[in-house]
């Protein structure tokens, strides 16, 4: 069973940065993806940044040269770092797995992720 758990979010001004942190079990194997997703009331939850198992990434158009995501394998931690947050960046953040590759056109496709965990609110102002 793959357990996930977030930390990072906070409340930051426009401009500002935050690194949200989400630390997976060591059961996830060897290939998988792992995916940052956000939701705000009232809208379908949309990915923002995903990486698997070859290290490949994919990043909404949002995100794109704002977000850089990592994962370190040996810590069994991924890391999103958000730079030049946005007001409309203001979501609760889910941080998500699963245990295969996928094609990278479904990289953000919150459906395709089995694990999830708990979330974090981002607010920027």
């Known amino acids: 069973h793959v357990q996930l758990v977030e930390s990072g979010g906070g409340s930051v001004q426009a401009g500002g940065s935050l690194k949200l942190t989400c630390t997976d079990s060591?059961?996830?194997?060897?290939?998988?993806?792992m995916g940052w997703f956000r939701q705000v009331p009232g809208k379908d939850r949309e990915g923002v940044a995903a990486?698997?198992?070859?290290?490949?990434?994919g990043y909404a158009d949002s995100a794109k040269g704002r977000f850089t995501i990592s994962h370190d394998r040996a810590k069994n931690t991924l890391y999103l770092q958000m730079n030049s947050l946005k007001p409309e960046d203001t979501a609760y953040c889910y941080c998500?797995?699963?245990?295969?590759?996928?094609?990278?056109?479904?990289?953000?496709?919150?459906?395709?992720?089995?694990?999830w965990g708990q979330g974090t609110q981002v607010t920027v102002s």
């Open positions: 998500a797995a699963d245990g295969s590759r996928l094609p990278p056109s479904q990289l953000l496709l919150s459906k395709k992720y089995t694990y």
């Open positions: 060591p059961t996830l194997g060897r290939s998988y993806c």
């Open positions: 990486i698997d198992s070859d290290g490949d990434t």
